[in-house]
């Protein structure tokens, strides 16, 4: 086991685990706002696509990011509407979005770029750097400079998140509201506003996710390419139990799964001699989930109104 | 005038989808009305478009189904494409494992196997929401890539003919073999898939109809996902109704199998679904949660996918995935209904 435990384990996981901690507490801001958002995966797709085609263009990788912003929070908005303003169900207009996202980048990238799903090449002095390239420093901290500037940011976004939620008015209103709307409403708190807000903030955060995948770790947009990450990242919120650097360690743990799953592979053999099936540990964030969520792993309890629509007459 | 309602709000959110599809056409630079001709024109020609289109059809009826019986019963399915995977699997398992049995044993086997693993892994989520009254949502999305993952380990691992570049297992024995349409049908070649699934599909629809309107089962899960509080207090089990419904809409999505398997591939093939288990989602909700709803929606889905072929080749820009695009409209503009009915109640105030 020595053998694989290395620094670039390390950094595969740091690398693995980026793209769901923005993603996860995209969501944690719609959920604790008391809407389900299960379209982390499409929101992720838009600015995963967005990043890309923006990037070619103006070849500015943060042009790209801004776009990727954008772009999903708009996607977003249109989720909160649909779900808010007509109190369409929560789950099936999130299923909507993510196959509108399976749809929208093939179709747009067939017009733009003639291709059947992907974007072109970008080249590797256009992507999102990583700390080496923003700012000088010796050899001996090689560790950390090789880490994207992306990750980093995602650090920040935790320990920030982690105070708007719990020492800023905006905080307070977010949560009341995900936990009982009727009390804040009393209260004055606009509900439907707040909530729009923290959909539409899930749309900004899971749009940069999706731009780290297509122009920082990867170097273009290919069809699908967020493969399921927005449910593990839905998957970390639910074991993180809705808070903010809990759900982070959950990302941590599911991105060093999967790192795991790559390092191991042809490598760590059963004692029978074969590989060990890769399925095993891709199975490791959804079984957690459900067995976290069945309350085995301590209880992991939803915000009170999740999925509830708020309507002031009822 | 209920009737009138019911056909009224789901053609709507299919123009109003068909509508923003051609503006999404328009701005991608192609003509909206030749793509539409090429989406909808080609699934009417004999035997291809028609064949086709039926066999495209099947899967969606019978995912449809499923969701619609989980809504009926106040259960929101999206689990249907993780249950259809595993019991495809199952039902060439059978194939495979028994496929020196006559067809006269094998089908009804396979078909079991099929029903049987679907409601299985369906009862899965089910039995966590009656027993720990965790999410039923989320525990089927999990549950659909655990059963990818499952399924694709025992396809990789143990059924896979060794050297075969393709994910897929061994072919079943001849004897679990449905005949295609084409058999009874004259001037329909055997080379079109469409087999005898259809017509299961077409009488699970009647049968769901039955069940949930024509039986005292039917009647307790639609008075469960109607009021559950009021069901339990007249004497309804809640929790057992959650694992029974979840059960009968994984078997139902689990018949994509005998589809697939015993009708079309004649073997488990790994990926093989086109995004069916969600697309069923969308049928469900378009043909308002009724199994003949659901045939229609299905069909007209069907034809869309059948639609998407010529799209791809004869139109300069578009692909299509424009289908897609279609299907999560029509998804948006149907969950959304109250946007319609807003419409709808200040016109009826004025007449």
Same mark, same amino acid.
């Given at each position: 086991?020595?053998?694989?435990?290395?620094?670039?384990?390390?950094? &595969?996981?740091?690398?693995?685990?980026?793209?769901? *901690?923005?993603?996860?507490?995209?969501?944690?801001? &719609?959920?604790?706002?008391?809407?389900?958002?299960?379209?982390?995966?499409?929101?992720?797709?838009a600015g995963a696509f967005t990043a890309a085609a923006?990037?070619?263009?103006?070849? #500015?990788?943060?042009?790209?990011?801004?776009?990727?912003?954008?772009?999903?929070?708009?996607?977003?908005?249109?989720?909160?509407?649909?779900?808010?303003?007509?109190?369409?169900?929560?789950?099936?207009?999130?299923?909507?979005?993510?196959?509108?996202?399976?749809?929208?980048?093939?179709?747009?990238?067939?017009?733009?770029?003639? #291709?059947?799903?992907?974007?072109?090449?970008?080249?590797?002095?256009?992507?999102?750097?990583?700390? &080496?390239?923003?700012?000088?420093?010796?050899?001996?901290?090689?560790?950390?400079?090789?880490?994207?500037?992306?990750?980093?940011?995602?650090?920040?976004?935790?320990?920030?998140?982690?105070?708007?939620?719990?020492?800023?008015?905006?905080?307070?209103?977010?949560?009341?509201?995900?936990?009982?709307?009727?009390?804040? !409403?009393?209260?004055?708190?606009? *509900?439907?506003?707040?909530?729009?807000?923290?959909?539409?903030?899930?749309?900004?955060?899971?749009?940069?996710?999706?731009?780290?995948?297509?122009?920082?770790?990867?170097?273009?947009?290919?069809?699908?390419m967020t493969a399921g990450r927005g449910f593990i990242?839905?998957?970390?919120?639910?074991?993180?139990?809705?808070?903010?650097?809990?759900?982070?360690?959950?990302?941590?743990?599911?991105?060093?799964? !999967?790192?795991?799953?790559?390092?191991?592979?042809?490598?760590?053999?059963?004692?029978?001699?074969? !590989?060990?099936?890769?399925?095993f540990i891709q199975m490791i964030p959804y079984v957690?989930?459900?067995?976290?969520?069945?309350?085995?792993?301590?209880? #992991?309890?939803?915000?009170?109104?999740?999925?509830?629509?708020? !309507?002031?007459? #009822? | 005038?209920?009737?009138?309602?019911?056909?009224?709000?789901?053609?709507?959110?299919?123009?109003?989808?068909?509508?923003?599809?051609?503006?999404?056409?328009?701005?991608?630079?192609?003509?909206?009305?030749?793509?539409?001709?090429?989406?909808?024109?080609?699934?009417?020609?004999?035997?291809?478009? =028609?064949?086709?289109?039926?066999?495209?059809?099947?899967?969606?009826?019978?995912?449809?189904?499923?969701?619609?019986?989980?809504?009926?019963?106040?259960?929101?399915?999206?689990?249907?494409?993780?249950?259809?995977?595993?019991?495809?699997?199952?039902?060439?398992?059978?194939?495979?494992?028994?496929?020196?049995?006559?067809?006269?044993?094998?089908?009804?086997?396979?078909?079991?196997?099929?029903?049987?693993?679907?409601?299985?892994?369906?009862? =899965?989520?089910?039995?966590?929401?009656?027993?720990?009254?965790?999410?039923?949502?989320?525990?089927?999305?999990?549950?659909?890539?655990?059963?990818?993952?499952?399924?694709?380990?025992?396809?990789?691992?143990?059924?896979?003919?060794?050297?075969?570049?393709?994910?897929?297992?061994?072919?079943?024995?001849?004897?679990?073999?449905?005949?295609?349409?084409?058999?009874?049908?004259?001037?329909?070649?055997?080379? =079109?898939?469409?087999?005898?699934?259809?017509?299961?599909?077409?009488?699970?629809?009647?049968?769901?109809?039955?069940?949930?309107?024509?039986?005292?089962?039917?009647?307790?899960?639609?008075?469960?996902?109607?009021?559950?509080?009021?069901?339990?207090?007249?004497?309804?089990?809640?929790?057992?109704?959650?694992?029974?419904?979840?059960?009968?809409?994984?078997?139902?999505?689990?018949?994509?199998?005998?589809?697939?398997?015993?009708?079309?591939?004649?073997?488990?093939?790994?990926?093989?679904?086109?995004?069916?288990?969600?697309?069923?989602?969308?049928?469900?909700?378009?043909?308002?949660?009724?199994?003949?709803?659901?045939?229609?929606?299905?069909?007209?889905?069907?034809?869309?996918?059948?639609?998407?072929?010529?799209?791809?080749?004869?139109?300069?820009?578009?692909?299509?995935?424009?289908?897609? =695009?279609?299907?999560?409209?029509?998804?948006?503009?149907?969950?959304?209904?109250?946007?319609?009915?807003?419409?709808?109640?200040?016109?009826?105030?004025?007449?």
């Amino acid at each position: 086991m020595r053998s694989i435990l290395t620094l670039s384990l390390v950094f &595969s996981t740091i690398r693995l685990a980026t793209p769901l *901690v923005w993603a996860a507490i995209g969501g944690l801001y &719609s959920e604790r706002s008391g809407v389900i958002n299960i379209a982390l995966e499409g929101l992720m797709l838009a600015g995963a696509f967005t990043a890309a085609a923006v990037t070619f263009y103006t070849h #500015s990788p943060w042009a790209g990011v801004g776009a990727a912003m954008l772009a999903a929070a708009f996607f977003a908005l249109l989720l909160a509407v649909v779900c808010i303003r007509f109190k369409a169900n929560e789950v099936v207009a999130g299923t909507g979005i993510n196959i509108l996202f399976l749809g929208l980048p093939a179709v747009l990238s067939g017009a733009l770029f003639l #291709s059947s799903g992907s974007t072109p090449q970008i080249p590797q002095d256009e992507l999102l750097p990583t700390l &080496s390239q923003v700012v000088r420093i010796g050899p001996q901290w090689r560790v950390l400079t090789d880490v994207s500037i992306v990750s980093f940011l995602a650090l920040l976004v935790v320990g920030l998140t982690s105070y708007v939620l719990h020492w800023t008015p905006f905080g307070l209103r977010l949560r009341s509201v995900g936990e009982n709307p009727e009390a804040a !409403d009393a209260a004055g708190i606009r *509900v439907n506003r707040i909530r729009y807000a923290g959909v539409v903030l899930s749309g900004v955060l899971a749009g940069v996710g999706g731009a780290y995948l297509s122009i920082g770790q990867s170097s273009l947009f290919t069809r699908n390419m967020t493969a399921g990450r927005g449910f593990i990242a839905l998957a970390a919120l639910i074991f993180g139990k809705w808070r903010p650097v809990q759900t982070m360690l959950a990302c941590v743990l599911f991105g060093f799964a !999967d790192a795991l799953t790559i390092q191991m592979q042809g490598v760590v053999k059963l004692p029978s001699g074969e !590989d060990v099936p890769v399925q095993f540990i891709q199975m490791i964030p959804y079984v957690v989930t459900i067995v976290v969520l069945a309350g085995f792993i301590g209880q #992991s309890r939803a915000p009170g109104a999740l999925g509830v629509p708020y !309507d002031k007459e #009822s | 005038m209920k009737v009138l309602r019911d056909l009224l709000f789901p053609s709507l959110a299919v123009l109003c989808a068909f509508l923003a599809g051609a503006v999404i056409v328009a701005l991608v630079g192609d003509s909206p009305i030749e793509t539409y001709r090429l989406l909808l024109g080609s699934a009417f020609s004999w035997p291809d478009g =028609i064949g086709y289109t039926l066999f495209f059809a099947t899967p969606l009826i019978f995912t449809g189904l499923a969701v619609a019986v989980a809504l009926r019963g106040g259960l929101l399915n999206i689990g249907a494409e993780g249950q259809l995977y595993v019991a495809a699997f199952a039902t060439a398992w059978i194939g495979i494992t028994f496929a020196n049995l006559p067809a006269v044993v094998l089908v009804p086997l396979c078909c079991v196997a099929a029903i049987v693993a679907g409601a299985v892994w369906g009862a =899965i989520p089910g039995v966590l929401k009656a027993r720990f009254g965790s999410h039923e949502v989320i525990n089927t999305i999990m549950l659909n890539f655990v059963a990818v993952a499952l399924v694709g380990y025992l396809t990789q691992y143990h059924y896979r003919i060794p050297g075969d570049p393709i994910m897929e297992t061994a072919p079943v024995g001849s004897g679990a073999h449905i005949p295609r349409l084409g058999a009874f049908i004259p001037g329909l070649p055997a080379r =079109i898939p469409l087999n005898i699934a259809f017509l299961l599909a077409l009488l699970s629809s009647w049968l769901v109809y039955v069940l949930l309107w024509k039986t005292k089962w039917g009647y307790e899960i639609r008075a469960t996902g109607q009021n559950p509080a009021a069901a339990e207090y007249g004497g309804v089990s809640v929790r057992r109704e959650v694992v029974l419904t979840m059960a009968i809409s994984g078997a139902l999505a689990g018949m994509v199998g005998i589809n697939e398997v015993l009708g079309y591939r004649y073997r488990y093939y790994d990926g093989f679904s086109d995004n069916y288990g969600f697309t069923g989602i969308a049928v469900a909700l378009l043909g308002r949660n009724h199994p003949f709803g659901v045939v229609v929606a299905a069909l007209l889905f069907a034809v869309l996918q059948r639609g998407g072929v010529p799209v791809d080749a004869f139109t300069q820009l578009v692909s299509k995935d424009i289908v897609l =695009i279609l299907q999560a409209l029509v998804i948006l503009f149907v969950a959304a209904e109250a946007a319609f009915r807003r419409g709808g109640r200040r016109r009826g105030a004025e007449g």
